[in-house]
């Protein structure tokens, strides 16, 4: 064993110093975040020369604290209360610059925000964990769309089970729709989609399901650096999202996926959902295509009804097309937003709207934004009413 | 469309100031990289109040290079000379803190570095592209271990046309093994396996193969952020990585792969290769299971022959193994390494030994060190020398 340990300190001491051999680091500058037994969290940064640093997180109520010099080279800041159970983010801005920190290897994308991840356990993070049950498969495929005319990607998940070989079994499936600046990426990364629907699988809380997670941009085929354009980093303007066009290539996508997929295709056997501008696609998606998808999932969405001046037929006569899709009487429409929400106001419009009309819905009021924890919970609710 | 336009700026403002809201950048603080039409490539931070930024890089001559303040509150570097085609990483160190490029959301993860990358256009780089040509699916699978008695995971490439609800064609296959301190996402991700496999298959220099990405590590069962220890953040230091038993589960591995995956389940289209402790894994695996094997690929491998003392089996006897390996004429045994690599002595030594023994076998040997550039180099050609 010695020979081995003498190899693995040759190793770092040469990927450390020799600038022909990989420059790695092997173990991270400090232990950042510590989560302490009483579910304070301790964050530290190695940044002896640093005139001021702070912490920015969802978990703060200013969204902001300043981090404490508390030795030469060392900065902290622990949380003075303990923080509930659930998925939290946060990156430190050192001296104006906001940077990821150097000790925790779980960093997400959201647009062109990094940010780091940690979980603080317990009832509602149990979810968002990987626990030691049976899990899923994780593809990203290519696929062909009309529209576009190209290949483009999207993210897969297929329950646990599904490629086994003796396996013949049909399954439902639920797409799930990301918002304005994300991508195929957003929902699997930071909405933890295949932790949360292996663990409400492994308890019986949600049915076996396939998850489709396709990218709503049409001026992108993936995100950013899986695309052809390699090069370019993306400096997101419009995307190009709501021009009708995103919701006239579902239908080919669903029968894609119907093909190359062992689903059970047919209206009873599909769902929708998304959030914010997810949201608003499933909304429009799910009236447009009437016969496709039996539930229907609105996250925080960004729910405009009158939207006739895009151009697109797929915006136009919406309140026909709603009734239209009604009177088919979707097994599940529900629709789900937090208080402070910007789009609270406009989700409780519409609902009133579907009252009015004798539109059947759920209609679930939640604490907090427009915010991915909302999104987690709203899935992890959402799953575990469909196909029932 | 300008209600669109009204919608997306309310967007960015609400996420932008709003605590309740999402906190997002939609945009990069700046442009950078910039890669110039003369493949000098410009570097960019804003940091008004630092004292000091460097840009550190595989593509720098000492490995870094200062950048300047060239407005007040930004700082650049370009580098003197236009850079060969290649992919290259780099990140930033401001007054003595590493951090990535906040303008470039393409981060890769090696162990517990973190750094951005970018790829100047040419002949090198042309297969570590994403091209306009049909892309295989990547798909990231547990799969029990018998050794562990636990799932781990691994990542899958399926090469295009796989899935195909019609396609009944088996295919070969390559297990393609990381270095110390990688796991499942090393090869995937700074390996651009998916990219290569797809540039070459479209060409036609590669058979369509499916390639099999494990994780080498026995103290884990997946990537940092994808096991059940999610909050622990990896602290490296002596992975278990060369005590036999990795070796040892290697063919429940493939027998796994053969019952679940279209294969051609025979030796003579399977190929196994691996970099560095990776290629020390490839030679011991291949020579302990002679019958498993056609195709062998020692990449910058760590080619120590005598390891009895570690107390496993698998390192016993290893001339005998070697020889009884190469009696049964192994249809490749391909040795790559860098002229520059802390490991170049070894493995000249390892190929004389073949010599003297008249063990066939292919000794390739490059510029540069220990790094990810020779490995997808090494990739690049092997994939084309297997299952012909």
Redesign the interface.
Known sequence: ?????F??V??CA??LT???????????PT???E?HDDRRVTFR????????VEV?G?FLP??RADMRKTQPNLWEYTTPVPLHSELYSYAFV???????D??????T??????SNI??V?GPRSHYY????V??G??????YPCDQLQK?R?ATIYTP?GY???NNTMRYPVLYLLHG??GDEEAWITLGRVAQIMDNLIAEGKAKPMIVVMPNGNMDQV?A?????D??V??????PRT?DGTYEQSFPNLVRFID??YRTLPRKNSRAIAGL?MGGFHTMMISKEYPDLFDYVGLFSA?V?KD?G???SPVYDRFHEKLRAQFAKRPALYWIAI?K???LYPANVEFCELLDRNRHRHEFIETE?????KNWRFYLKEFAQKIFK
């Open positions: 064993m010695k020979r081995f340990i190899l693995a040759l190793f040469l990927h020799v600038s022909a051999q990989e420059a790695l680091w092997w173990k991270t232990t950042s975040p989560i940064l190695v940044a002896p020369q640093a005139k001021h920015v969802d200013e969204g050192m001296d104006g610059v906001r940077i990821t150097p000790s925790n290897v779980y960093v994308r959201d647009v062109v925000t990094m940690f979980i356990n964990q990987e626990r030691d049976p899990h498969t994780v593809s990203r495929i290519w290949m990607r646990a490629g086994a070989s304005m600046g993936a950013p650096g899986y695309g052809p390699g090069n980093v993306p400096t997101i303007e419009l709501c093909r190359n914010s960004s405009k939207v001046e895009v151009g937090g402070d929400d910007f907090g934004g427009h915010i991915w």
